[in-house]
C-alpha cells in the first residue's frame, strides 16, 4: 500500500477513536435509550364495567372526574420523560406506608383514594402517581388507571402511562418502569384514554416478568 493511503487510513482510525472516547457515559447511556424500541400497546376491546372503587372516588371529589372528553394522546419518550416517570414511580413507593384496604378504611369495598394519611395499597399509589404526572405535564389522557391480576393471580392496580415506545407500567410493588408486556400480569381493564369514567376491556397476559433496566 502507498505511503500516502496507509496514512490517510490511519489519520481516519483515529478520528473515529477520538469521537467515540468524546462520546463517553452520555452516549452510552442515548444508545440504551435508543435501543429501546417500540413495544407493542396492549389492544383494547369494547366499554366494561367501571370500578366502584373509581365510582366512589368521584363521587367524594366531582372535581377530579368532571372532565372533558378528549382526543387520546400519547407522551413523546424521551429520556427526561422516562426520568420523571422513574422518579415519581420512587417517590410514591418509598412515600406511601402499604396498608390494606380493610386495614386502612375497614371495609372490604374498595376505598380508592390520594393518600391523605401517608398510608394506602395498591389503588392509592396509583391515583397519586397519576396526579403527580398530571402536576408534572403529561397529558391526562396517557396516564390510566388500570386492574390486573398479579403474579400471585390476586386483583392489582396499576398507573399505566401510553407512550409513543409503547405502554409503560408504574408498580408500587417494583421500582423500575416496565413496559405492560414485561410484568407477568394478567391486564383485565383500564381507563379509556378519551374519558377516564369510561373502561374499556384488555384481557391479555403482560409477558413475562423481566426488569426494563440495563444489566
Same mark, same amino acid.
Given at each position: ?9 490511519? =489519520?481516519?482510525?483515529?478520528?473515529? +477513536? ?5 462520546? +463517553?457515559?452520555a452516549?452510552?447511556q442515548?444508545?440504551?435509550? /435508543? ?10 376491546g =369494547? ?7 373509581w ?33 415519581v ?11 390494606s ?18 398510608? +394506602? ?21 396517557a ?11 390476586? +386483583? ?5 402511562? /401510553? ?33 377516564p ?10 409477558g ?8
Open positions: 500500500m502507498r505511503p500516502g493511503v496507509l496514512a490517510l487510513l490511519l =489519520g481516519f482510525v483515529s478520528l473515529i +477513536g477520538a469521537t467515540a472516547l468524546q462520546a +463517553g457515559p452516549a452510552a442515548s444508545t440504551w435509550f /435508543k435501543a429501546r424500541s417500540t413495544q407493542p400497546a396492549a389492544a383494547v =369494547g366499554s366494561t364495567s367501571v370500578p366502584y372503587g365510582v366512589d372516588f368521584c363521587h367524594r371529589r366531582p372535581k377530579e372526574c368532571k372532565v372533558p372528553a378528549l382526543p387520546a394522546a400519547d407522551v413523546k419518550l424521551t429520556a427526561q420523560k422516562l426520568s420523571i416517570l422513574k422518579r414511580n420512587q417517590k410514591a413507593n418509598r412515600s406511601i406506608k402499604p396498608i384496604n380493610f386495614d386502612h378504611w375497614g371495609t372490604m369495598e374498595d376505598h380508592w383514594d390520594y393518600p391523605v394519611d401517608g398510608k +394506602g395499597d395498591c389503588k392509592i399509589y396509583a391515583l397519586y402517581k397519576r396526579k403527580l404526572l398530571l402536576q408534572a405535564g403529561f397529558p391526562r389522557q396516564l390510566l388507571m388500570t386492574v390486573v391480576r398479579d403474579l400471585n393471580n390476586e +386483583g392489582h392496580t396499576i398507573l399505566t402511562v /401510553k407512550t409513543d415506545k409503547g405502554d409503560l407500567v408504574l408498580d408500587n410493588l417494583v421500582d423500575e418502569i416496565r413496559p405492560w408486556n414485561a410484568t407477568g400480569y394478567y391486564f383485565l381493564k383500564r381507563q379509556s384514554q378519551q374519558n369514567n369510561n373502561w374499556v376491556s384488555i384481557n391479555q397476559r403482560g413475562t416478568p423481566k426488569r426494563m433496566s440495563p444489566s
